[in-house]
């Protein structure tokens, strides 16, 4: 009885101490194939303390910049941001129709194919992501 | 109790009533009273003039405002559109998308036919001149698109939505962005065969 416990215990420290160096966790990464000359990543970020997106950068792309897509009488626009605010405990959410990292000048990098991408937070620096590339388009969450 | 029955019958005898098309069925913006087809003629990726009324005749049709540098809203409208193509051959066959590019400048016939080509094959890929990119928005209902920022990297406002015709020729109904796939797919069906 004894031995299992401690094993459990070993086990629990390991996993919350895993967590923490990063400080921003990542979710449902994704990044279409280009259909055009550029391309949209998006994830779900997550931090206790909260932390910024800075910039990003990808050796599959001349440029990555920070982007908002907005809707005005049904009229879209694309604007470029500053950084992106995780909040304190809350979700920063990248999704079609809102926020986007373009990829300008994207390398053909294929559907079924991982890419990597690094994001510069305020607080958690430099981190380097492997994203996964679905099909053009394919990026919304799914309801079937 | 029999007002209600009564109610229910009226409503059922409307809806059979009421033409092909079941538009209460349908999950987009549904277009009402139904707007009639515009008539305009652009460039095709082969370089052969498009007149859009003619060669949709007697077929759904799917007409959109895009440009390729949108990497984010314009490739999730047509991927949709193509998995619903994918799943229902019948659409497929009786419905003609139409992707009209208001970005004359960068994208050539050839970068729109490519394009295209990632979501499928048989979509329509249109451009023209500014002055007849006017002509085919005004025709179709849409805000003109505005061309924002310097240089290279300008980006195009435009109008984020599909406008749906049925067979009859009539615009019943347009998809604004955020449409989820099962109304595609719904929707479709009823448009494209019904």
Known sequence: MKKPTLILLVALVAASCGNGSAGVELSDARVSEPAGPNAAMYFKATSDEGDRLLSASTEEAAAVELHETQMTDGVMSMTSVDSLEVPAGGELVLEPGGFHLMLIDAEPFAEGSEIEVTLVWENAGEQTYSVEVVAPGDTMEHDH | ?194
């Open chain 2, 1 to 194: 109790m029999r007002r209600a029955a009564l109610l229910l019958a009226l409503v059922v005898l409307l809806a059979a009533c009421g033409g092909a098309l079941a538009t209460d069925e349908l999950q987009g913006v549904v277009v009402d009273p139904p707007q009639p087809k515009p008539s305009f003629t652009l460039t095709d990726t082969s370089g052969d003039p498009y007149d859009f009324a003619l060669a949709t005749e007697g077929k759904a049709a799917l007409l959109y405002f895009g440009y390729l540098n949108c990497p984010d809203i314009c490739p999730v409208h047509l991927a949709q559109i193509a998995e619903v193509f994918d799943q229902v051959p019948d659409v497929a066959r009786n419905t003609e998308v139409v992707f009209v590019s208001v970005d004359p400048q960068r994208d050539t016939p050839d970068a729109i036919r490519e394009y295209l080509d990632k979501f499928d094959s048989s979509f329509v890929g249109l451009t023209g001149t500014l002055e007849e990119l006017k002509a085919a928005q005004e025709a179709a209902g849409v805000p003109l698109a505005q061309y924002v920022g310097d240089g290279e990297d300008y980006t195009v406002d435009h109008a984020g939505w599909v406008i749906a015709f049925a067979p009859d020729g009539l615009n019943h109904a347009i998809y604004p962005f955020g449409v989820r796939q099962s109304a595609w797919l719904n929707d479709l069906q009823i448009i494209a065969t019904q």
